[in-house]
């Protein structure tokens, strides 16, 4: 079925964009008390900020046992003569490492509160409920109690169903998180210069289209053809001294020619 052509002087607009893929989707989001909805952070950059904590947290436990063994060998003393005393003590600086460095970080002020060295890596940080920035009380009831005292009273079981939590909780929370009443979101990051912000771009008004438009120009008239000249009268020298045929008529709308008798 023919579609009626759009009226003279405007222009059609053009048709709506394909919708985005499922793939496309974003993370939900979370609007902290008094503030603005906040993108949730991915299951990914969680795992990664992770992974690079733990190197950080294993290497300055390494750094505090080493120093140790040397402060025991300056002493006097053997690490051996008393190995029992030094695993115990090796274990617990080690648990108090990581929740200072936890605690510590994510309390820290200015731009980088919420954030360890691995969040800052991955871009995510840490966003308390009520909007309020983190404190060192709340970090150390999230870390302390939401991760290391838990993990320690269940054997480290409840630390592998605390990280698998957020793969199917609908705000992408840890068990630790609803325990220090907080969320990970991934960071606002700034748009390029002159362009609109990314949550801008589908709410951005469609371009006018009808009467606005300019129509379009009408096409040049061509000129009037213009007859050939006549040819030139016959002699009697052209055909033998015979007498020339008659002449033709004159083309329509010319004048009669002029007759020579009529002289004089």
């Known amino acids: 079925m023919d579609q009626p052509s759009p009226p003279a002087g405007s222009w059609a607009p053009p048709p709506p964009p394909p919708p985005a893929p499922a793939s496309a989707s974003r993370e939900p989001f979370f609007t902290p008390a008094g503030g603005e909805p906040q993108q949730l952070s991915g299951y990914g950059p969680r795992v990664g900020a992770f992974f690079l904590d733990l190197l950080i947290i294993i290497g300055l436990q390494f750094g505090l046992g080493f120093l140790i063994g040397i402060v025991v060998a300056v002493g006097g003393g053997k690490v051996s003569d008393d ?106 990051r700034d748009p390029a210069p002159g362009m609109p912000a990314p949550d801008a771009w589908s709410a951005a008004a469609p371009p006018s289209w009808g009467t606005t438009a300019p129509p379009p120009a009408p096409a040049a008239s061509r000129p009037a053809p213009v007859p050939p000249p006549p040819p030139p009268p016959p002699t009697e020298e052209s055909y033998g001294g015979f007498a020339p045929p008659a002449p033709a008529p004159p083309p329509p709308g010319s004048a009669p020619p002029a007759d020579p008798s009529s002289d004089g």
């Open 83 to 188: 190995r029992a005393l030094f695993q115990v003590l090796s274990i617990v600086l080690g648990l108090l490492v990581g929740i200072a460095y936890l605690t510590i970080l994510e309390s820290r002020k200015g731009a980088h509160n919420g954030q360890t060295l691995g969040k800052q890596a991955t871009g995510i940080r840490v966003l308390r409920d009520d909007g309020q920035p983190m404190t060192f009380g709340r970090a150390l009831l999230r870390e302390g109690v939401g991760k290391y005292l838990l993990a320690i009273i269940t054997l480290y079981i409840y630390l592998v169903v605390d990280y698998l939590w957020p793969l199917w909780d609908g705000e992408n929370q840890a068990l630790h998180d609803k325990i220090g009443s907080s969320h990970v979101v991934a960071l606002q």
